[in-house]
């Protein structure tokens, strides 16, 4: 069957431009994905960088109350501690601002990305809350029990204070590396094709970071979203 040479021509051009419309819809496709995941990877890295700060002002606080409690067992047996430098440094945890809330702030900037880590991120800010008013109270006692050098027993009774209270500063840390796994997980799980295990506490009352039935993250021993 013979065809018109003009009609072949508009056939051909159609077809050209039909597989120039699905390349170029492909093409787009690709491109919103690979900009979604740079913009995924860029917010993992920030919020895991924060957070790595964040465990690290916890890990440093929790550190400083054990040197305390050495302190005080230094000073039953008679040897001299130096109790002004363990102040100063609580009154630092005081002051270190961006250590305590930067990854606070860094979960809200990307709260339209993970949406369903809003009500940990609610938790935890309450969480950090109490832990501040830990660090500012156990300034005030060190420096209250350090006033007088001969106060030996103030300090050792301020001290068991600070250690029956640290246990949420070790939950807290536990729990913000729970978050980097999950961010882990989620934005390079797709890539590597495989995850790394969420954290199992070997006592379960230990609180730990779980995913809901709808997806959303909390707190356990918290209300489970819906």
Same mark, same amino acid.
């Given at each position: 069957? &013979?065809?018109?040479?003009?009609?072949? *021509?508009?056939?051909?051009?159609?077809?050209?431009?039909?597989?120039? +419309?699905?390349? *170029?819809?492909?093409?787009?496709? %690709?491109?919103?994905?690979?900009?979604?995941?740079?913009? #995924? /990877?860029?917010?993992?890295?920030?919020? =895991?960088?924060?957070?790595?700060?964040?465990?690290?002002? @916890?890990? =440093?606080?929790?550190? %400083?109350? +054990?040197?305390?409690?050495?302190?005080?067992?230094?000073?039953?047996?008679?040897? $001299?501690?130096?109790?002004?430098?363990?102040?100063?440094?609580?009154?630092? *945890?005081?002051?270190?601002?961006?250590?305590? +809330?930067?990854? #606070?702030?860094?979960?809200?900037?990307?709260?339209? #990305?993970?949406?369903?880590?809003?009500?940990?991120?609610?938790?935890?800010? &309450?969480?950090?809350?109490?832990?501040?008013?830990?660090?500012?109270?156990? &300034? =005030?006692?060190? +420096?209250?029990?350090?006033?007088?050098?001969? %106060?030996?027993?103030?300090?050792?009774?301020?001290?068991?204070?600070?250690? /029956? /209270?640290?246990? $949420?500063?070790?939950?807290?840390?536990?729990?913000?590396?729970? @978050?980097?796994?999950?961010?882990?997980?989620?934005?390079?799980?797709?890539?590597?094709?495989?995850?790394?295990?969420?954290?199992?506490?070997?006592?379960?009352?230990?609180?730990?970071? &779980?995913?809901?039935?709808?997806?959303?993250?909390?707190?356990?021993?918290?209300? $489970?979203? #819906?």
């Amino acid at each position: 069957m &013979h065809i018109d040479p003009g009609v072949q *021509f508009i056939i051909g051009s159609c077809v050209n431009v039909v597989g120039w +419309l699905v390349v *170029f819809s492909l093409n787009v496709q %690709a491109q919103k994905k690979v900009l979604r995941n740079q913009i #995924l /990877d860029r917010a993992r890295i920030e919020l =895991t960088d924060s957070l790595r700060q964040y465990q690290k002002w @916890l890990g =440093t606080i929790n550190a %400083a109350t +054990l040197d305390c409690m050495v302190g005080t067992q230094l000073e039953a047996q008679g040897i $001299p501690f130096d109790w002004p430098s363990r102040c100063i440094a609580f009154q630092d *945890f005081i002051k270190d601002r961006d250590a305590q +809330l930067r990854w #606070l702030e860094r979960m809200e900037d990307y709260d339209v #990305l993970f949406p369903e880590m809003s009500d940990v991120r609610s938790e935890l800010g &309450h969480r950090q809350g109490r832990i501040s008013d830990f660090v500012s109270r156990s &300034h =005030t006692a060190l +420096l209250v029990s350090t006033s007088d050098s001969r %106060a030996i027993q103030g300090r050792a009774n301020a001290v068991k204070e600070m250690l /029956d /209270d640290v246990g $949420p500063v070790m939950d807290q840390l536990a729990m913000a590396n729970d @978050l980097m796994v999950y961010l882990q997980n989620k934005c390079l799980g797709i890539i590597t094709k495989s995850k790394t295990p969420l954290r199992v506490p070997i006592d379960p009352a230990f609180p730990v970071i &779980h995913k809901g039935k709808r997806g959303k993250l909390y707190v356990k021993g918290t209300t $489970p979203p #819906l």
